[in-house]
C-alpha cells in the first residue's frame, strides 16, 4: 500500500476541513471492505483516509417522520437485525443481507457499497426502488441526490472531491407495496453478483399503481427498467404481465462480458431475475398469479 | 514518523502500539503481538481465516486497520480458553473432529461463537449460511458443520 | 496401572487428532508463523510478460532505498553441476534445471508471474517499494495458450531446444511436446469392427489448482559457518533437502530442513519455491529471511494440475462386455515438462478389463506456470472421459451403468494398461455396497433432478519411510518420524503404536522430525503415509518389543525365548509377567539403558485404492445453476485405522472435486495475464454450497503393511467430475464434456440440446 494519514475526526465539521484540504486526497472509510483491499491492490491511493466512523450523523439508523435514515457508516448487520427495516424495507435487508459474508456484513454498510459505486453493488437496487436520497455533505452544506442518479460509472459517483456521503434518507414505503431483490452467482454466497434485479410494486386496488425496477451488474451503473415499469403501470399483475415485464427489463441493460459472466447470459438472467423479484413481490401482495 | 499510536484491549489485555497506517488489524496480531492464530489465506475478506472479534463482532481482520482499534477491544482465538479450560466452541471441534491441517480452524472457531451468540440453536442450513465466509479446503465442511451441532445439541442437553 | 479397558485395540477407533488442540487453540505453528531475530522479510518482483526475453535487470535503484539489504536474480544461483539430479522419478518430476529456472527466471520469463527478482528488506512495505524500483528490460514475445494452439507446428516455441521424448522416431525439429506416451494391447480398431457399440467423444477439462488455505512460506538462516537452516511448510523434508541441496550446490550434511505445520497440500508444496530464494537471499545478507507467497501469488505463481483434452472411442457389446478403447490425450504442463501423463494412462484407463486398447498421451508445454501435484494427478481427467463413455455405453445397450461397471470391473491379476497385474483389490466389493446402499436405490424424484455414479482407482505410493521411538521409564512411548504430517497421519502413528503396544493412546506422543533427527523419508503424498510410515513406526515397535522381551527375561530370569508379549503383557511359560511400564522401568532401574528402536519401509508392495460416488444434483433450467443434493462417497481404504479421519478425507477430497466440477477455472486475458487470480473469482465450494458429504467405508485388506491399510487421500478427488458431469446428463438428458459445469455453461448446453 502505499503510505497515508489515516484521521478518524469526532465531528462532521473537522471531516469536512480535511477533505477540503487543497493538494490532498482524502478518500472516506466507512466498513472498508472495499477500500482497503483496493488500497492494497493500489487501485486507490489516497493521501489521507478519513474515517466517518466516529461521526454521530454517519453511525445513526433511525425511523424519522420522513422515513427511513441511515448513516453512511451503518452496517449491513444493524440494518438487517432491524425489525422495522425487516417489516417494512425488507429490499433492503436483502441486499444488505447479500453483501458477502457475515464478517463482511458486519463492517459494509450501505453507504459504502453506494459510494464504491460497482455496477454490480448488490445494495443499489433496493435504494433505488424505494426512492431513496443521498444526502451529501460538503463545504457548501447539504444537499440530497436520488441514490438513482448517484453513480455516474464504474466506481464514480457525483461526489465532488471535497464531499462526503451523510447519509440515506428513505421514504417510507405505501401502504400496498412490496419489494424483492435477487441476484444471480455461481455459488451460494460470497460471489460479485452476474446480474442483480431488485422489483418495487405498489398496488392501488387490484392493479399495479407503480412499478419500480432496478438493475445491477448490467450496466455501468445500477440502472431503472422503465419500459418494463411502464408496461405495469395501470395494470393487473399476471403472470403474463410479469412476463412481460421480464422481456422489456432486458431493454435496459447494456452488459459487457467479462470473468464473470458473457453479456447474452446477463441478459437472460436479467429476464428470469425481474420474473422472480416481480413473482415475489406478488406473493407478499396476496395478488394470486 | 509514520507511526500512530493506538491503545487497544487485546484478549482483555491493555496494549499501546505504534503502527504504520497501512498496517492490519491481521498483521498487527501476527507480527506485533505474536498471536499468529489468526492467519491470511487470501488477504481480500473472501476465506475467513483471519476471522477474529472486533468489539464482540466477527470481522476479517486482513480488511481492519489496526489504527481503526484504537479504543476498542479485540478477542482472537488466544483469547478464548480461560484458565485453561477450553471454550466449549473449541471442545466441539476437538472432539468432533472438525479439522485436518487446523489452518481454517481458529477463524471457524471464532465465526462459530459469533453465530451461536445470534443463533444458539442453529440448523444446518444456517450453520452453512453463516460459516460461508470461511473456507476449508480439507474436510469438505462436513465434519465442521456437525461440531457445531454437537455444541449446540449440548447447550439443549 | 492400565485397565483392561485401556489395552483394547486402538487400529479403528474413532479418535479426535492427537494433535488437535494446538489447532483449536492457534497454536500451531506455521510457515509463516516463524518470528527470528533481525529477520528480514523478502518480496517477488513476477514477470507481467507470459513469454518474454529478460534483456537486462537493473536493482541499482532499489538498493540504494535504505532498508533493502541485497536482491537476487537468476544470476546469484551457483553452477549447476553436470550430475544435479532432485527427487522424485516419476514422469511428473521437473529436473533440476528446469526446477532452479522455475524458481526464478533466466534469461526467459515463461508465464505470467514468473519470479525475475527477490528482494529482502526490513520491513515488507519497504521490500514492495523496492520491487517497483527494480528495472527490467523485457523483449515481449508470443505466449502460447493452450494445448491446442501449443501443438500448432506454426507455434512459437517455449524451449528452443525440446525434442519430443517418443519411443519411436526422434523428431527432427523441436516442439512444444515434450513427450509423447503410448501404450497399448491388442489391435483397438479390429475390437471396434466386432462391436456391437461405439461411442466416440471428445472431453476438456482445465487447470485448477490444490486451493490450500495456506500460501507458501518459508524462512532460511546462512551461517557464517554455512550451515544453513531452513524453515518451510513442505511436504517432505528430505526431498526438500535434497532438492536445495543439489540444485544450490550446498552440502547435505550442511543443510537442515525443519518443518512447520503444514496448511493444505494436496500435492502442490512437494518441491520447494521460497526455500531456495530465502537461501540465497541470507546467503548475501548475513540474517534471517522470511518470504510468504499472497493469494495472488499463489494463483500465478504455484503449479495447479493440468488441464486435458481427451479424445477417446470405446466399444461394447449387447451383453455389456467392453471390447476395446482408443485414446489420445494431450495434458499441458506450463512452462516446463511434467503433466501427469502416467498417472492418467495408468490409474485413469485400468479400472476396467478390454480386449484391447490403444493410449497415446502427450505432454504438452504452455506459457503458463508448470503444474504440480493434485491428488491423483492425471486420474481425475482421464476419468472424466471413461466415466461418461461408461455410461453412454450402458445407456446405448439399455443396461444399468452400475452393472456394467461391475461386469467388466477389474480383479487381483488383471493386467493394468502397463502390462502389470492388478494386486489384491477391493473394487467389485465397493461397486457391490454402492448397489445395495439407500444413496444408489433411493428414488430420485422432481424435474430437472438425477442421479450420477463414477468410479476410480489409484495405486498409492509406497516409497521409503524411517521411524525411530523410544520408551521412556514410565512406559510411555516417543515416536519420531521423517514423514510430514499432511492428513493426520501423527494420530494414525499414535494408533498404530498404541495397538502394537496395547497401551493408551495418550501414552504415545508422535513428532514430526526435521532432516537432523530423521532418517531418508520420501515426500508425504500418493496416499503412502498412513501406509508406508504405518509400516515402519510398526516394525520400530516390534523391534522395541523384542528389546523388552530380552529385559523382561533377564529380569524375570529366563531365556528371552521364553517371554511372549500380548495384551500389554510380557508372560513366561511359568506364568509370570510384566505389564509394559514395569518392563521399560526395570530397563532404567537395570542399568540395562533406554529402549530404543527404527524402523524402516522401502519397497511395499502397491496398495491400490478404489472409489465410486453417487452424486444427485438439481438443475435450474432457468440458469443453469446446478446444486448438489445428495453425495456420497464410497471406498476401499484396506483398514481405517481412524475411521473419522478416514471419513475426513474422503470428503475433503470428494469437495475438491465438487469444486473442480462445478466452480473452478483460470480465466486470461489476451497477454496471458490470470484476470481471476484472487479467492472472490478462483471460486471454492463454501460450506453454503454442499450437503452433508455421505461417507462409506468398505475394507478389503491390502496384501502388503500392517493391518492390510491402504492409503485414502488421493483416490476421493477423482470420480466427481464424472459424477456429476453423469447427474446433470440424467437431470436433464444432456452432456456436459467441459469442467467447470458453470451455470453458464450448463445453460447454454440446455439451449443448445433445445432442452429450454
Known amino acids: ?289 | 514518523m509514520n507511526k500512530q499510536a493506538i491503545t487497544c484491549t487485546v484478549n482483555s489485555e491493555p496494549k499501546e502500539l505504534l503502527v504504520d497506517p497501512r498496517l492490519t488489524l491481521l498483521d498487527m496480531l501476527r507480527d506485533e503481538l505474536q498471536l499468529t492464530g489468526a492467519k491470511e489465506g487470501c488477504g481480500n475478506g473472501n476465506c475467513g481465516a483471519c476471522t477474529v472479534h472486533l468489539d464482540g463482532v466477527s470481522v476479517d481482520s486482513c480488511l481492519v486497520l489496526a489504527v481503526e482499534t484504537d479504543g476498542r477491544a479485540v478477542t482472537t482465538i488466544e483469547g478464548l480458553a480461560k484458565g485453561g479450560a477450553l471454550d466449549p466452541v473449541q471442545e466441539a471441534f476437538l472432539k468432533n473432529s472438525g479439522m485436518q491441517c487446523g489452518i481454517c480452524t481458529p477463524g471457524f472457531i471464532m465465526a462459530t461463537k459469533a453465530l451461536l451468540a445470534k443463533h444458539p440453536h442453529p440448523t444446518e442450513q444456517e450453520i452453512r449460511a453463516n460459516l460461508a465466509g470461511n473456507l476449508c479446503r480439507c474436510t469438505g465442511y462436513d465434519k465442521i458443520v456437525r461440531s457445531v451441532l454437537a455444541i449446540a445439541k449440548d447447550k439443549r442437553q | ?756
Open chain 1, 1 to 289: 500500500m502505499k503510505l497515508f494519514a489515516y484521521a478518524s475526526p469526532a465531528t462532521l465539521h473537522e471531516a469536512l476541513a480535511i477533505l477540503g484540504r487543497n493538494g490532498v486526497q482524502a478518500r472516506p472509510l466507512a466498513g472498508g471492505t472495499d477500500l482497503i483491499t483496493q488500497m492494497k491492490e493500489r487501485r486507490r491511493e489516497p493521501d489521507v483516509v478519513l474515517d466517518i466512523k466516529r461521526i454521530p450523523e454517519c453511525s445513526q439508523l433511525s425511523h424519522e417522520r420522513d422515513g427511513l435514515h441511515i448513516g453512511a457508516a451503518v452496517t449491513c448487520t444493524a440494518l438487517i437485525s432491524d425489525p422495522t427495516v425487516r417489516e417494512r424495507y425488507l429490499i433492503l435487508a436483502q441486499g444488505a443481507s447479500l453483501i458477502g459474508s457475515v464478517q463482511i456484513q458486519n463492517r459494509a454498510g450501505l453507504g459504502g457499497n453506494l459510494c464504491n459505486a460497482a455496477p454490480s453493488a448488490d445494495g443499489i437496487p433496493g435504494l433505488i426502488c424505494l426512492g431513496a436520497e443521498a444526502v451529501i455533505a460538503g463545504p457548501k452544506g447539504r444537499r440530497a441526490v436520488p441514490v438513482e442518479h448517484f453513480c455516474t460509472g464504474p466506481g464514480k459517483t457525483v461526489l465532488g472531491r471535497d464531499e462526503m456521503l451523510l447519509e440515506l434518507v428513505v421514504p417510507p414505503p405505501p401502504a400496498q407495496s412490496a419489494g424483492a431483490y435477487m441476484r444471480f452467482i455461481p455459488r451460494a454466497e460470497m460471489d460479485i453478483a452476474v446480474a442483480g434485479v431488485g422489483s418495487f410494486i405498489t398496488l392501488e386496488g387490484a392493479l399495479c399503481k407503480e412499478a419500480r425496477i432496478a438493475l445491477a451488474a448490467v450496466a455501468p451503473t445500477p440502472v431503472r427498467a422503465r419500459a418494463a415499469e411502464q408496461s405495469l403501470a395501470g395494470q393487473a399483475l399476471t403472470r403474463a404481465a410479469i412476463e412481460r415485464a421480464g422481456a422489456l427489463a432486458m431493454e435496459a441493460a447494456s452488459p459487457i462480458s467479462d470473468v464473470r459472466g458473457s453479456k447474452e447470459y446477463r441478459m437472460e438472467l436479467v429476464r428470469v431475475l425481474t420474473r422472480r423479484t416481480l413473482t415475489e413481490c406478488a406473493k407478499r401482495l396476496r395478488v394470486p398469479l
Open chain 3, 1 to 756: 496401572m492400565t485397565t483392561t479397558e485401556e489395552r483394547r485395540a486402538a487400529i479403528g477407533q474413532r479418535l479426535p487428532k492427537v494433535d488437535g488442540l494446538d489447532r483449536v487453540t492457534g497454536k500451531a505453528a506455521y510457515g509463516a508463523d516463524i518470528h527470528l531475530p533481525g529477520m528480514l522479510h523478502g518480496k517477488l518482483l513476477h514477470s507481467p510478460h507470459a513469454h518474454a526475453v529478460i534483456k537486462s535487470i537493473d536493482a541499482s535503484q532499489a538498493l540504494k532505498l535504505p532498508g533493502v539489504m541485497a536482491v537476487i536474480t537468476a544470476t546469484d544461483f551457483p553452477e549447476l553441476g553436470k550430475e544435479a539430479a532432485i527427487s522424485g522419478s516419476s514422469e511428473y518430476s521437473i529436473g533440476a534445471a528446469n526446477l532452479r529456472r522455475l524458481w526464478m527466471a533466466k534469461e526467459k520469463a515463461l508465464f505470467s508471474g514468473h519470479p525475475v527478482a527477490a528482494v529482502a528488506a526490513t520491513d515488507p512495505n519497504i521490500a514492495e517499494q523496492a520491487l517497483a524500483l527494480i528495472k527490467v528490460d523485457y523483449e515481449v514475445l508470443p505466449w502460447v495458450r493452450d494445448i491446442d494452439e501449443a501443438i500448432k507446428p506454426t507455434s512459437p516455441l517455449i524451449h528452443e531446444d525440446l525434442y519430443t521424448h517418443t519411443l519411436g522416431e526422434l523428431p527432427k525439429q523441436p516442439s512444444n511436446i515434450a513427450q509423447h506416451v503410448e501404450i497399448g494391447n491388442g489391435d483397438a480398431e479390429a475390437a471396434f469392427r466386432d462391436s456391437d457399440v461405439v461411442i466416440e467423444n471428445e472431453y476438456e477439462t482445465q487447470r485448477v489448482h490444490q486451493g490450500y488455505i495456506e500460501p507458501q512460506a518459508s524462512a532460511a538462516l546462512v551461517d557464517p559457518s554455512g550451515q544453513v537452516t531452513v524453515w518451510t511448510t513442505i511436504q517432505g523434508v528430505h526431498w526438500a533437502r535434497f532438492d536445495l541441496a543439489s540444485v544450490l550446490n550446498i552440502p547435505l550434511g550442511k543443510l537442515r530442513v525443519i518443518p512447520m505445520e503444514i496448511g493444505g497440500a494436496f500435492g502442490g508444496k512437494v518441491y520447494p519455491t521460497l526455500e531456495p530464494l530465502c537461501i540465497l537471499l541470507s546467503k548475501k545478507t548475513g540474517r534471517p529471511v522470511k518470504m510468504v507467497l499472497s493469494r495472488e501469488e499463489v494463483l500465478r505463481m504455484t503449479g495447479p494440475t493440468s488441464g486435458s483434452i481427451v479424445k477417446i472411442k470405446t466399444g461394447c457389446m449387447r451383453d455389456g462386455t467392453l471390447t476395446g478403447f482408443a485414446v489420445k490425450l494431450w495434458m499441458d504442463s506450463g512452462s516446463f515438462p511434467g503433466s501427469p501423463v502416467a498417472g492418467a494412462t495408468l490409474a485413469g484407463f485400468s479400472v476396467y478389463q478390454w480386449k484391447a486398447f490403444h493410449i497415446d498421451g502427450y505432454d504438452v508445454l504452455t506459457n503458463k506456470v508448470r503444474v504440480q501435484a493434485y491428488r491423483g494427478p492425471g486420474a481425475p481427467q482421464a476419468c472424466f472421459a471413461m466415466e461418461q463413455q461408461m455410461e453412454l455405453m450402458a445407456a446405448k445397450i439399455g443396461m444399468n451403468p452400475l452393472e456394467m461397471r461391475i461386469k467388466n470391473i477389474s480383479k487381483e491379476g488383471d493386467p493394468m494398461t502397463h502390462g502389470r497385474p492388478h494386486l489384491k483389490v477391493g473394487f467389485k466389493e465397493v461397486l457391490e455396497q454402492v448397489q445395495r446402499h439407500p444413496a444408489w436405490t433411493s428414488p430420485m424424484k422432481g424435474p430437472w433432478r438425477g442421479r450420477g455414479v463414477s468410479c476410480g482407482m489409484w495405486m498409492g505410493g509406497t516409497g521409503n519411510s524411517s521411524a525411530h521411538l523410544t520408551v521412556n521409564a514410565d512406559g510411555s512411548v516417543a515416536v519420531v518420524v521423517g514423514s510430514v504430517d499432511l492428513t493426520g497421519t501423527r494420530t494414525a502413528f499414535a494408533q498404530i503404536a498404541a495397538d502394537e503396544f496395547r497401551i493408551p493412546v495418550e501414552k504415545v506422543h508422535v513428532t514430526v522430525g526435521d532432516t537432523d533427527q530423521t532418517g531418508y523419508t520420501d515426500t508425504s503424498g500418493g496416499s503412502r503415509i498412513t501406509y508406508s510410515m504405518g509400516t515402519a513406526v510398526h516394525r520400530a515397535c516390534m523391534e522395541a518389543i523384542e528389546k523388552l522381551k530380552v529385559v523382561a527375561a533377564a529380569q524375570l530370569k529366563v531365556s528371552a525365548a521364553d517371554v511372549t508379549y500380548k495384551d500389554g503383557l510380557f508372560r513366561t511359560s511359568s506364568g509370570q509377567s510384566l505389564t509394559f511400564e514395569q518392563a521399560a522401568q526395570t530397563s532404567m532401574r537395570r542399568g540395562e539403558g533406554p529402549i530404543s528402536s527404527t524402523g524402516v519401509a522401502r519397497r511395499l508392495k502397491h496398495a491400490p485404492t478404489f472409489g465410486a460416488h453417487v452424486a444427485d444434483v438439481e438443475v435450474d433450467p432457468e440458469t443453469g445453476k446446478v446444486t448438489l443434493l445428495n453425495y456420497t462417497v464410497f471406498q476401499d481404504v484396506g483398514r481405517a485405522v481412524n475411521p473419522t479421519q478416514v471419513e475426513g478425507q474422503m470428503q475433503g477430497g470428494a469437495v475438491q472435486g465438487i469444486g473442480w466440477a462445478l466452480f473452478e477455472d483460470y480465466v486470461y486475458d489476451e497477454k496471458g495475464n490470470i484476470r481471476n487470480a484472487s479467492l472472490l473469482d478462483y471460486r471454492m465450494p463454501t460450506a453454503l454450497d454442499l450437503p452433508m458429504i455421505g461417507a462409506e467405508i468398505v475394507e478389503v485388506p491390502a496384501g502388503d503393511g500392517p493391518f492390510g491399510v491402504r492409503g485414502c487421500g488421493e483416490v476421493p478427488i477423482i470420480p466427481p467430475i464424472s459424477a456429476i458431469a453423469n447427474a446433470i446428463a440424467n437431470a436433464t438428458g444432456v452432456r456436459i464434456k467441459e469442467t467447470p459445469f458453470t451455470p453458464e455453461r450448463v445453460f447454454w448446453a440446455l439451449k443448445k440440446a433445445r432442452k429450454i
